[in-house]
Structure formats: structure tokens, C-alpha cells
Nanobody, 116 residues
Framework: QGQLVESGGGLVQAGGSLRLSCAASGIHFSINNMGWYRQAPGKQRELVAS???????NYADSVKGRFTLSRDNAKNTVYLQMNSLKPEDTAVYYC??????????WGQGTQVTVSS
């Protein structure tokens, strides 16, 4: 069974930085899109950043210029560098991967809390 293993969440003060990592394993088909979503209490899950295998990357407007998504296709790993964090970035962050055969995988979620 394929799975995504996340790490790197935690508590940070506003203006600080965190780096999230997500490694895919046991996924037998090539991964196309890979990235991060987040869900704050009482809100819907939303896209933070996602990258295709070819390197095309999309960011939510709210994180442009502060977050950077990078990817290592050989390791099936994606990273999210989060700088200049704001209290409104507080959420559970979920890694997401989609294969070329349209299978979708989710990580278990990692909490990011930004204090003011």
C-alpha cells in the first residue's frame, strides 16, 4: 500500500520559519503532481502549493513569496519551506500525491501553529 510520510510541523512565532518534508513509498505508478494542502479549524482544505513532475509549480496567493516548494523526483520527496509565517498559516498541513493513473494519496497531516 502506498503511503506518504510527513515531518517538520511544530510551533513557531510569527515571522519564523518551518520546513515540511513528505516522502512517498510503496506507490507503484509514477507520481505526477505532488504538494501540500492545509486545513484550518472550521475551514475547508485548501491548496498551498503543488508541483508537477515536470516542475510546474502552483502556489496559493496567500503564500506566494513566502513559501517555496521543492521536489526530488528520484526520492519521491517534496519539501515546503515556509518563511515569514503568520498566525493565519496555522493549520494541519497534508501532503498530497497524484499518479499518472489518477490515484490520489494523502499523508496523515502535520500540525503547524504560528503564535502571534
Amino acid at each position: 500500500q502506498g503511503q506518504l510520510v510527513e515531518s517538520g510541523g511544530g510551533l513557531v512565532q510569527a515571522g519564523g520559519s518551518l520546513r515540511l518534508s513528505c516522502a512517498a513509498s510503496g506507490i507503484h505508478f509514477s507520481i505526477n503532481n505532488m504538494g501540500w494542502y492545509r486545513q484550518a479549524p472550521g475551514k475547508q482544505r485548501e491548496l498551498v502549493a503543488s508541483s508537477s513532475r515536470s516542475g510546474r509549480t502552483n502556489y496559493a496567493d496567500s503564500v506566494k513569496g513566502r513559501f517555496t516548494l521543492s521536489r526530488d523526483n528520484a526520492k519521491n520527496t517534496v519539501y515546503l519551506q515556509m518563511n515569514s509565517l503568520k498566525p493565519e498559516d496555522t493549520a494541519v498541513y497534508y501532503c498530497n500525491a497524484q499518479t499518472y493513473y489518477s490515484s490520489t494519496y494523502w499523508g496523515q497531516g502535520t500540525q503547524v501553529t504560528v503564535s502571534s
